[in-house]
């Protein structure tokens, strides 16, 4: 039976050891990525961060990612730009425009689609060591930054505002959007819901229970790897990290450490419901079927006289198991 692990958003902390850094170098109007070239990315300094196309699938997605992560040096995404269109193919580009207005994804077929619009003119970008692409004005002022357009995960340092949202992605490999999403609402409440659900309380599957706590309150995760609920005083509302288990689960905080020899370990520091309760997720298995713990994940099953609406993906629901000669009794 087909499982499916439910790792709905992915915090990430990175720690580098002491590395030689680069000056940062800003990248100037009219600068332009094409899928093929050598490289394919803006580097951070260090050169653990890149923007860029990345390969998914049968083709190529624009976002920023860690470089050389892992023993087949694969990538771990941390921002992908416009989720819901499908891969671009080879021979697409990222285009920081001449007059510094937008940055813009070229599709081979000559479509043009938007990435980033400062809001103002902006002369420079830069891909930043805390994973932060950002575009910049004649002032160095910051006009665009990627840390304030989160998709599915929160790096060191980065927000989560008022009724801002994280959405999960479809697997570990497919950054579509996926079925779940997490909402710092007004009322200073963290809550996750399944993605087509009413954004009440009740429909929820996992909370903080800080209802009240203000409407400054944000998501913040800090540089010791501790994810927290504060308010624009500087007060911490409540620490989500404090004293849970580092098991499988939902809402993950990771820790990805790079060695001065570009050696890379992760681990998980943090979740936030614990295997026994993988089961609580609402819509985590589709209409007209029920949720089972099997093994590091879950398996999602058919009531009696019902079938899968796609047998590979059994986690899409059940159907009635009819026939038109059913009908016709």
Same mark, same amino acid.
């Given at each position: ?164 949202? =994280?959405? &999960?992605?479809? /697997? +570990?490999?497919?950054?579509? @959007?996926?079925? %779940? ?9 963290l809550n996750a819901f399944p993605l087509r659900s009413i954004q009440d309380g009740k429909y929820g599957y996992w909370s903080s229970y800080t209802s009240g706590a203000g409407h400054n309150v944000t998501l913040n995760l800090d540089q010791y790897g501790i994810l927290y609920l504060g308010n624009s005083t500087g007060f911490i509302v409540k620490n989500l990290t404090d004293g849970r288990p580092s098991v499988n689960g939902t809402t993950l905080l990771y820790q990805h450490q790079i060695g001065t020899s570009g050696s890379f370990s992760s681990k998980i520091l943090w979740v936030a419901i614990v295997d026994e309760d993988r089961c609580v997720v609402k819509g985590a298995?589709? =209409?007209? &079927?029920?949720? /089972? +713990?099997?093994?590091?994940? @879950?398996?999602? %099953? ?28």
């Amino acid at each position: 039976m087909a499982t499916k692990t439910f790792i709905i958003i992915l915090f990430i902390y990175m720690f580098s050891t002491s590395r030689a850094q680069t000056p940062q170098s800003n990248i100037t109007t009219g600068s332009t990525l094409y899928t093929n070239s050598s490289p394919n990315f803006w580097p951070s300094p260090s050169g653990h961060f890149a923007f860029g196309f990345y390969p998914t699938g049968n083709g190529f997605k624009a976002g920023i990612w860690l470089i050389g992560s892992g023993p087949a040096n694969d990538i771990i995404d941390v921002w992908t730009a416009r989720r819901t269109d499908p891969v671009v193919s080879s021979g697409a580009a990222l285009q920081f425009s001449v007059d510094g207005s937008r940055v813009l994804l070229r599709n081979s077929n000559g479509e043009v689609q938007l990435i980033a619009e400062p809001t103002r003119t902006a002369v420079a970008a830069a891909m930043l060591d805390s994973g932060n692409f950002v575009l910049c004005d004649s002032s160095s002022q910051t006009v665009w930054a990627s840390f304030d357009h989160p998709t599915d995960t929160l790096l060191v340092s980065q927000k989560l505002a008022k009724d801002s949202e =994280l959405y &999960s992605s479809m /697997s +570990l490999t497919n950054q579509s @959007i996926g079925n %779940f999403k997490l909402l710092m609402q007004s009322d200073g409440n963290l809550n996750a819901f399944p993605l087509r659900s009413i954004q009440d309380g009740k429909y929820g599957y996992w909370s903080s229970y800080t209802s009240g706590a203000g409407h400054n309150v944000t998501l913040n995760l800090d540089q010791y790897g501790i994810l927290y609920l504060g308010n624009s005083t500087g007060f911490i509302v409540k620490n989500l990290t404090d004293g849970r288990p580092s098991v499988n689960g939902t809402t993950l905080l990771y820790q990805h450490q790079i060695g001065t020899s570009g050696s890379f370990s992760s681990k998980i520091l943090w979740v936030a419901i614990v295997d026994e309760d993988r089961c609580v997720v609402k819509g985590a298995c589709g =209409l007209n &079927s029920y949720c /089972s +713990l099997n093994g590091t994940g @879950i398996a999602c %099953f058919c009531p009696p006289g019902f079938i899968y609406i796609d047998p590979e993906k059994p986690q899409e629901g059940c159907k009635l198991n009819s026939t038109i000669e059913d009908c016709l009794e």
